[in-house]
């Protein structure tokens, strides 16, 4: 018998639905895969080249859950496959778990296949693939029930699974079991941190229905990096064993998930994954409580539609930064590799670099210590050569006394009169002996004499030590070649203390070799202090007069000790004049002779005797010096191998992600 005209109506009525649905369906997997896929397969691709090395994160969902908490159930229902099972800890190493839906797997075997270690690739069956995961945990974690950090990629191509890439971690536990490490819970605890930490990261949280939610280690251990649970999402298994208070407790939302919460029941016996999902249906559909919990929030379905979404999210949301990162470090890296001293082939190369590094501390020199130019330390006062070498001079004027010394404790003249009475010979009267004069200018002289060593020996240390700090700053990337820098630059220093101190006992020999000066102060200075001789002299023989008095040049004086001196008392007085106007030009001639010798030396170092040392001392014994540096320094060596492998996975990375910014914004309208 035919159908009823109503229930034909119905019916026909059903389909048309049924067909435009599954139509409407077709064109979102459509878009889906022209839209969305691409994005994922770029962020994979990344993932595979390991860009987190160079500190770049991916966007990724990460599988966090207690022991027991049913991780492993929900990850087998996403991706319709079965996982290792067991005592304690089932998953020991991280799972990277990067599930596709293959549309031309219709009626053909999935495709399932492992990447672990370097570069190693199974494939497997689904029969099959839960003991190829255990064997590449024994091999990556050992045998036992160690945990390790390496993860392990299981790439799933199966129609119909969602086009998800998750990360499963070790579940928690507090305490360890027989055969694992006593700490194995902050081993499990410093993978979960380091995955769930960076903000690209969505905490996909697996809940008990069986325990109260804010007793879970995991909901502690994601609080602390999102506290507001902006990034979690919580997937509540077990809900047909404890299906009492379970509306509230995802409703009223004590543990703060921000991203809401699904629930699930988890598949039971031998149940196939289609009978699991029809059971879960019922379940939800006909139980008098779990019923009540809104259809979005319940379901494997809604479940991997949610995840879904939240990566698309995720992924469209860091990806643009993601390029940016990528652009930066990869110029970053070739910009420091290209300050690096190339590879070196030959002694020619060498003496190439060699001479590189002398022009460059040369410069530096230069512009330190004789243009007084800074700009290479600008705020490293130590580097402002011309300036410190100021200070030592003018310092050094200071420290010479402005005034001829004087003997401590003798009274006024008495030391030019002793002097006169020992030169004294057969002579005209009244005639200043030369001998007296160079007598006391030897002892004025002799007070000295150690201030200008102390200079140059100052500046001369200094120049050293500015030298071989710069020198080796400009050759920080041959330190095989440091100690013989070091040891021209000490030598070339000894030498020019050697030469300075020459140059201070010609000078004070020449102050004592003759009395002469061509200044006109010299006769200007002794002239006005004369002008006071007649007053003293006066006061010296009238015993009426007071025995004390002010004489320009000498301030107050006693004089009535000198009436007994009377016969030397004007030649002490001129002595003591011309000893004073001198004075100044000896001063004059010690700074400015010192401070033009020490300018010289300076300058010669830098624009000449550095470079003829440094090749002397590398560029001598049959190039002995220089062929060290054919020899790169480990530290070198391990850098430049770094930073091309880095330029390598960049631009590797760079290509991965080229063609796939015109897309995101795409993702938007999906």
């Known amino acids: 018998m035919g159908k009823p005209k109503a229930k034909r109506l119905k019916a026909s009525h059903h389909d048309s639905e049924d067909a435009a649905s599954g139509a409407a369906a ?36 990460v599988v966090v859950g207690d022991q027991s908490s049913g991780k492993s159930s ?11 099972r067991g005592q304690g800890i089932c998953t020991r190493v991280p799972l990277v778990m990067r599930l596709k839906d293959d549309l031309s797997a219709e009626g053909s075997q999935p495709v399932l296949q492992l990447e672990y270690g370097s570069g190693r690739v199974v494939t497997t069956s689904e029969a099959k693939v839960a003991d190829a995961i255990d064997e590449a945990t024994a091999e990556i974690a050992g045998s036992g029930k160690g945990i390790s950090d390496a993860p392990i990629t299981l790439v799933v191509r199966k129609r119909g699974v969602p086009d998800l890439t998750l990360v499963d971690l070790p579940g928690i536990t507090r305490v360890p079991v027989k055969g694992q490490p006593d700490d194995i819970y902050d081993q499990v605890s410093r993978i979960i941190q380091e995955y769930i930490a960076p903000k690209e990261s969505i905490i996909l949280n697996v809940l008990s229905a069986t325990v109260d939610f ?64 029809a059971e879960e249906e019922r379940l939800f559909k006909k139980h008098p409580l779990l019923s009540k919990i809104d259809k979005s929030m319940v379901g494997i379905p809604v479940l991997a539609q949610r995840l879904m979404q939240i990566q698309a999210a995720i992924i469209a949301k860091c990806l643009p930064d993601i390029v940016k990162q990528i652009n930066d470090r990869l110029s970053r890296s070739s ?17 190439r670099a060699f001479f590189h590094i002398v022009k460059r501390a040369c410069t530096s020199l230069e512009k330190i210590l004789v243009r007084g130019e800074f700009d290479e330390y600008p705020d490293d006062r130590h580097f402002h050569g011309t300036a410190r070498i100021a200070e030592m001079l003018n310092a050094y004027a200071k420290k010479l006394p402005a005034e001829c010394p004087r003997r401590g404790g003798d009274l006024f003249l008495m030391e030019e009169v002793h002097v006169l009475e020992e030169t004294t010979g057969i002579k005209l009267p009244d005639f200043l002996p030369r001998s007296a004069f160079l007598v006391m200018l030897k002892k004025k002289v002799e007070t000295v004499v150690q201030m200008p060593h ?32 070091r040891r021209a630059v000490q030598g070339l220093m000894d030498k020019a203390r050697a030469q300075s101190a020459r140059h201070v006992k010609e000078l004070i020999e020449m102050e004592l070799v003759a009395d002469y000066t061509s200044n006109p102060d010299y006769t ?22 007071p025995s004390a008095l002010t004489l320009k040049g000498f301030g107050r004086v006693e004089v009535a000790h000198m009436r007994i001196h009377d016969d030397l008392a004007g030649q002490a007085f001129d002595l003591r004049a011309r000893l004073a106007a001198y004075w100044r030009s000896i001063v004059l001639r010690l700074v400015d002779g010192l401070a033009l010798h020490v300018l010289r030396g300076v300058k ?46 960049l631009q590797q990375s760079k290509e991965a992600v080229a063609d796939i910014m015109d897309r995101i914004s795409a993702v938007g309208e999906v």
């Open 26 to 61: 077709s064109a979102i997997a459509e878009s889906y895969n022209e839209q969305i896929r691409p994005l994922l397969d770029a962020v994979d691709r990344l993932r595979h080249l390991k860009v987190t090395q160079e500190g770049i994160q991916l966007p990724t969902i």
């Open 74 to 84: 929900v990850l087998e229902s996403l991706a319709g496959i079965s996982l290792p």
């Open 214 to 277: 804010p007793t879970c280690e995991s909901i502690r251990m994601s609080q602390q990096v999102d506290r507001n649970g902006e990034r979690t999402l919580a997937v509540v298994t077990k809900s047909d064993r404890a299906p009492e208070g379970l509306l509230d407790k995802v409703t009223m939302d004590d543990v703060n998930i921000g991203l809401g919460y699904v629930c699930v029941r988890n598949r039971v016996g031998d149940e196939t994954y289609d009978q699991a999902r």
């Open 335 to 351: 910009g420091e590799l290209e300050q690096m001293p190339p590879d070196l082939n030959n002694v020619a190369d060498a003496v």
């Open 454 to 485: 102390d200079l140059v020996r100052e500046v001369w240390d200094y120049v050293e030590d500015l030298t071989v700090k710069i020198l080796l700053h400009h050759s920080e990337d041959f330190p095989q070649v440091q100690p013989s820098c």
């Open 524 to 545: 200007k200075t002794w002239s006005e202090l004369m002008e006071g001789h007649g007053k003293f002299m006066e006061a010296v023989k009238d015993h009426s007069q």
């Open 604 to 649: 010669r170092l830098a624009e000449d005797d550095l470079e003829v040392a440094l090749s002397d001392e590398l560029l001598g014994n049959k190039m002995a010096g220089v062929e060290r540096m054919l020899a790169s320094s480990p530290a070198t060596g391990s850098k430049r191998q770094r930073l091309k492998n880095s330029i390598v996975l």
